[in-house]
């Protein structure tokens, strides 16, 4: 691998390893899920839905739905099935849920703080600007690449004979 790319890689395992959830009862993924729930409390006191959680966070259901579990026994949550369509099931905030999220914000807000002030306004905003890019531009490689793999399996003999 080029030297560039090394270094690139290396400093995204870098930020891979920063772990702000660690100073919070709750793992990463705990927090998101309740994020998700605590913006959509905001405008539907109904709560939303574990699939609309799933699809907000780009994640499979099964995963939604073990960290809901957790959070419902940690008291965090609760679901309730929905009267109309029993297939849906509602997941809301419980106050516990709801003070946690706040002091997970607040939290998460001093440390962008305590970030920030090491650079000026003009820098920070180039630096949002290129991470935005840099997150579009690595989505898109990344889907580029998923579709020429799979052009280029199709069609493919295996050698049991299986077409692909």
């Known amino acids: 691998m080029e030297c560039e790319a090394n270094t690139f890689f290396g400093v995204m395992n870098a930020f891979r390893s920063i772990n702000v959830f660690s100073l919070l009862p709750l793992s990463r993924q705990e927090y998101m899920v309740m994020f998700v729930i605590s913006k959509k409390q905001e405008t539907d006191l109904e709560?939303?839905?574990?699939?609309?959680?799933?699809?907000?966070m780009r994640v499979p259901q099964p995963a939604v739905s073990r960290t809901l579990r957790g959070l419902e026994n940690n008291g965090y949550i609760q679901r309730e099935v929905c009267r109309t369509d029993r297939r849906?099931?509602?997941?809301?905030?419980t106050e516990t849920g709801e003070t946690e999220v706040m002091r997970a914000n607040q939290l998460l807000e001093e440390f962008h703080k305590g970030i920030r002030e090491r650079f000026t306004q003009e820098e920070a905003d180039q630096l949002m600007d290129l991470l935005r890019r840099l997150c579009a531009a690595a989505s898109e490689e990344l889907d580029a690449m998923k579709a020429a793999r799979a052009a280029c399996t199709k069609g493919v003999k295996h050698p049991d004979g299986e077409t692909f």
């Open 88 to 93: 849906n099931t509602y997941v809301t905030l």
């Open 47 to 56: 709560g939303c839905t574990v699939s609309a959680v799933a699809k907000k």
